[in-house]
Each structure stands twice: as structure tokens, then as C-alpha cells.
């Protein structure tokens, strides 16, 4: 089944200890991306990655990292959690190009205390 | 970079079609109009997407003006199981936008039986 999957998918945390959270596709996609979504402010792009190799911040990328060593894993990084980055986040893929779809993952709920 | 607006809430009797606006009048001219929709508790959901012709799928169609400036998601037939937040986003496709991705505050449909 074609799929984005994100671990873990609930996680509570304290503030500065550093955090990963996964997010992996099964469809070759090139293109890769990470969202915030907070309560009055909708969904805003942290990162994006349009191949292995290369990324891109979003309209929010403070305090978060990501790498794209492989086409299929697209990893988001906090190195130094902070209460505000409390959010739910999702992992999107798509085939390159703003000609497709994306495919969102089922979202990871981040508390950070 | 291009921004797109919504009403907040939209109200339809269920079988009856639904006409959901979106204004994106800073639109580029390599940008793709998408929609996606979120239910709760789920990551978004591809609905449809268009450069500058009207498109039409099993899910919905999406009419866009001459000018590109707005575009309307219809629903030709609303469900209860389309009840959700509907999302009109712009994707860009060239320049220093590409692969960029901005969410618009989204239309709540609540659908009546």
C-alpha cells in the first residue's frame, strides 16, 4: 500500500532534549516536506526537500533540522525542543514538481513541556 | 510570496452542490492552484489541482478564472463524509517558489442531512 508513514505519532518531551521524528514513503517520491499545524494559523511548511541531498527551508524552519541522505526518509530534527514548537506535525510526499499530489502522512502530535 | 484567502465556515444540505471560493490575486504565473481537505484527526487529503484550466475528477472540479486571480472547488453533490476542512494552496513551480508550498486559513463545510 502506498503510504507515508511517521513515527512516533505522539510524543511527549521535555524543553532541550533533542528529538527525531521520522517520516518515510514507499513511492520513489522525489519531493519531501514537513508542516507545522497550530489552532488559528493553519498549516505552515517547516522544510521540503526536493531530492536526496537537497532542502529548503519553508516559511518556518527556526528551530528544526532535517537531512535527505535516502529518497525514501525525510527526518525532522529538534535539536533543542522549546515549549512553542508544541504542534502537530505531518510529513508529505509527492513525484517532483508542483504538477502532483501530495501524499500526507498521519501527523505526529508534539508536547513539549 | 502568493497567499490565498477563504471564508471561514461554509454551510450545504447534503446532496446539494457546494461552491467553495478562494482568492489567490498575488498568484505567479508558474503557480498550481491545489485543495486539499483535512478531517479530524487525519492529515490532508489531495482533492484536485489546476494550472489554468477547468479540471474535473471523480472527487470534484475546480473552475478557475480567466485571470487566475480566484478559483472555485465544487462539490456536485455534498456528503456528510464531506464535512472538513478544505484547503486552497499554492504551489510554485518555478523561480525561487518552487517546491514552496503556502496553506491558506481554510473553509470549515459543515453538511447538513
Known amino acids: 500500500e502506498a503510504q507515508v508513514t511517521q513515527n512516533p505519532r505522539y510524543l511527549i518531551t521535555v524543553t532541550g532534549k533533542k528529538l527525531t521524528v521520522t517520516c518515510s514513503q514507499n513511492m520513489n517520491h522525489e519531493y519531501m516536506s514537513w508542516y507545522r499545524q497550530d489552532p488559528g494559523l493553519g498549516l505552515r511548511q517547516i522544510y521540503y526537500?526536493?531530492?536526496?541531498?537537497?532542502?529548503d527551508k519553508g516559511d518556518v524552519p527556526e528551530g528544526y533540522k532535517v537531512s535527505r541522505k535516502e529518497k525514501r526518509n525525510f527526518p525532522l530534527i529538534l535539536e533543542s525542543p522549546s515549549p512553542n514548537q508544541t504542534s502537530l506535525y505531518f510529513c508529505?510526499?509527492?513525484?517532483?514538481?508542483?504538477?502532483?499530489?501530495?501524499?500526507f502522512g498521519p501527523g505526529t502530535r508534539l508536547t513539549v513541556t | 510570496d502568493a497567499k490565498t484567502t477563504q471564508p471561514n465556515s461554509m454551510e450545504s444540505n447534503e446532496e446539494e452542490p457546494v461552491h467553495l471560493p478562494c482568492n489567490h490575486s498575488t498568484i505567479s504565473g508558474t503557480d498550481y492552484i491545489h485543495w486539499y481537505r483535512q478531517l479530524p484527526s487525519q492529515g490532508p487529503e489531495y482533492v484536485i489541482h489546476g494550472l489554468t484550466s477547468n479540471v474535473n475528477n471523480r472527487m470534484a472540479s475546480l473552475a478557475i478564472a480567466e485571470d487566475r486571480k480566484s478559483s472555485t472547488l465544487i462539490l456536485h453533490r455534498a456528503t456528510l463524509r464531506d464535512a472538513a476542512v478544505y484547503y486552497c494552496?499554492?504551489?510554485?513551480?518555478?523561480?525561487?517558489?518552487?517546491?514552496?508550498?503556502?496553506f491558506g486559513q481554510g473553509t470549515i463545510l459543515t453538511v447538513h442531512p
Open positions: 508529505a510526499s509527492s513525484t517532483q514538481g508542483a504538477n502532483y499530489e501530495q501524499y
Open positions: 526537500s526536493m531530492n536526496v541531498e537537497v532542502t
Open positions: 494552496i499554492l504551489m510554485g513551480a518555478g523561480g525561487t517558489s518552487y517546491g514552496k508550498l503556502t
